[in-house]
């Protein structure tokens, strides 16, 4: 399986995440050829060569972070001709989430999904069955938390680290059985 996972992160933790997200990947399918890319990395080529594609940003006043909104706007010429149908997708996010209702970690997961099914893939949740569910998952995908009660970055944690992994896993299993 070709993998594609396009991130953005000013501070590592996102990127912290795609790592783990492509570890867990590795780890259930061994021959996989994952490419793990920030944003300004990605070409439209590696979503065109991509069978699954995971997207992660971290949250930045309610949304997305802008580089990731850039890159998911130039995925139209792809959106033209119909590319990325029937590719699998996942997504993860992180925020500094003070005020215990994730500062909007939730919507910006939920605008990944809507760009996934945009382009006619399938869009695959977090079950919360999996492990690391209850540190860092919700059903939209991976969720990290990243700062401390003073809404000051502190760090991630390995418990959402290991979300990543099984969710990573999860979405390659997913697109196995889909073919
Ligand atoms: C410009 C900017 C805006 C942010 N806005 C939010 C926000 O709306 N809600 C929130 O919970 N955290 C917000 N944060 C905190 C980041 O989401 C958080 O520190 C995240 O873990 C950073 O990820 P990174 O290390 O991959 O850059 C913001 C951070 C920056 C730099």
Redesign the pocket.
Known sequence: MNILISFH???????KMAFAISAGCQASFPDSRIKTLAVEQTELADFEHADIIFLGT?????SMAWGMKKLLDSTSKLWMEDLLEGKVGGVFA?????GGAG??VEQTLISLHSLLLEHGMTAVGFPKSLLGYADAGIQWGVAAR??NHEGM?EAISEQALTACRSYGAHVCYIADKLG
């Not at 971290?58 to 309610?62: F, I, S």
């Not at 992180?94 to 003070?98: D, E, I, K, M, R």
Request: net charge negative.
């Open positions: 992160s000013d501070y590592g933790h996102t990127e971290p949250v930045h006043m309610g992180c925020s500094g989430g003070l500062g909007g990243t700062s970055p």
